[in-house]
Antibody, heavy 123, light 110 residues
Framework: QVQLQESGPGLVKPSETLSLTCSVS??????????WSWIRQPPGKGLEWIAH???????TYNPSLKSRVTISVDTSKNQFSLKLSSVTAADTAVYSC???????????????WGQGTLVIVSS | QSVLTQPPSASGTPGQRVTISCSGS????????VYWYQQLPGTAPKLLIY???QRPSGVPDRFSGSKSGTSASLAISGLRSEDEADYYC???????????FGAGTKLTVL
């Protein structure tokens, strides 16, 4: 059973870069059949997709965040990572990693999810 | 601002049937399957409905989904107190090449 676990600082200063890692266990991130995604949820608000990376390494970003986001994969560690630059208080959110099938018939089926990690942007 | 439109709240009494709507665009709901997630406080979203109207194993048949054109809906019959949660609709958006979510509907069981 595939499991995802986020890790990274819980507090980031304004204008700095937020860096998070998602560790994947129980399956290979390079299997090529999935999109590996970052999704965030500001306190009391809805879900927002940030970016995803295909097992083969191609990336897609939410246009609203594209200029500040980098997603990457480290197949040797079975991990993928998120970097969000120039953060502001508006980037305070629970950040979760999740997986969705590459198959068009199942895109949108996010499972599993990591437990999520709260990142607060504050000085 | 969320791309899929949901009512912010819904409510019902135990045993009642409630529906939650989800409206999107031709590039999202109109062209792709709709998914529904249930989120209990402090937990990750749980898949409730996939491909518009299918239930994963373990989800009670009290939950049902439907889609027509650029709109979809989630129905919960025989409402129970444990159904009190936030519900999100989601769909792939071809113009985004990624998913879009609704802002969520908070369901209260009175």
């Amino acid at each position: 059973q595939v499991q995802l676990q986020e890790s990274g600082p819980g507090l980031v200063k304004p204008s700095e870069t937020l860096s998070l890692t998602c560790s994947v266990s129980g399956g290979s991130i390079s299997s090529g059949n999935y999109f590996w995604s970052w999704i965030r949820q500001p306190p009391g608000k809805g879900l927002e997709w940030i970016a995803h990376i295909y097992g083969g390494g191609s990336t897609t970003y939410n246009p609203s965040l594209k200029s500040r986001v980098t997603i990457s994969v480290d197949t040797s560690k079975n991990q993928f990572s998120l970097k969000l630059s120039s953060v502001t208080a508006a980037d305070t959110a629970v950040y979760s990693c999740a997986r969705t099938p590459y198959s068009r018939s199942y895109r949108g089926w996010y499972d599993p999810w990591g437990q999520g990690t709260l990142v607060i942007v504050s000085s | 601002q969320s791309v899929l439109t949901q009512p912010p709240s819904a409510s019902g009494t135990p045993g009642q049937r409630v529906t939650i709507s989800c409206s999107g665009s031709t590039s999202s709901v109109g062209s792709n399957y709709v998914y529904w997630y249930q989120q209990l406080p402090g937990t990750a979203p749980k898949l409730l409905i996939y491909r518009n109207d299918q239930r994963p194993s373990g989800v009670p048949d009290r939950f049902s989904g439907s889609k027509s054109g650029t709109s979809a809906s989630l129905a919960i019959s025989g409402l129970r107190s444990e159904d009190e949660a936030d519900y999100y609709c989601a769909a792939w958006d071809d113009s985004l090449s990624g998913p879009v979510f609704g802002a969520g509907t908070k369901l209260t069981v009175l």
